[in-house]
């Protein structure tokens, strides 16, 4: 049983930055793409931004030039810095695996980020 745990959140003030970790034990990430989510308060989850085995990458228009995904794939980690935060970015931040279809993504608890002066 693959466990995700992320770490990271807190309160910011506007403009200020956060790493986010999430680390996989049990299992590797193995080949899959990697994602962060994030939900905020009556709102539903949306994809932050993902990455592949390889590298590639993609990001919602909101978080773009602000926010960088990353993945240690020797160390089962994946990371999210997030730069000149914003209010609008607090939310609940979710790690989670893309795994075929048959098998259902995995996630994990998530980390609260609030940004707020």
């Known amino acids: 049983q693959v466990v995700l745990e992320e770490s990271g959140g807190g309160w910011v003030q506007p403009g200020g930055s956060l790493r986010l970790s999430c680390v996989a034990s049990?299992?590797?990430?193995?080949?899959?793409?990697v994602a962060w989510d994030r939900q905020a308060p009556g709102k539903e989850r949306e994809l932050v931004a993902a990455?592949?085995?390889?590298?590639?990458?993609n990001y919602a228009d909101s978080v773009k030039g602000r926010f960088t995904i990353s993945r240690d794939n020797v160390k089962n980690t994946a990371y999210l810095q997030m730069n000149s935060l914003k209010p609008e970015d607090t939310a609940v931040y979710s790690c989670?695996?893309?795994?075929?279809?048959?098998?259902?993504?995995?996630w994990g608890q998530g980390t609260q980020v609030t940004v707020s002066s």
């Open positions: 989670r695996i893309q795994r075929p279809l048959w098998q259902g993504d995995l």
């Open positions: 049990g299992n590797r990430f193995d080949t899959h793409t």
């Open positions: 990455i592949t085995f390889g590298g590639d990458t």
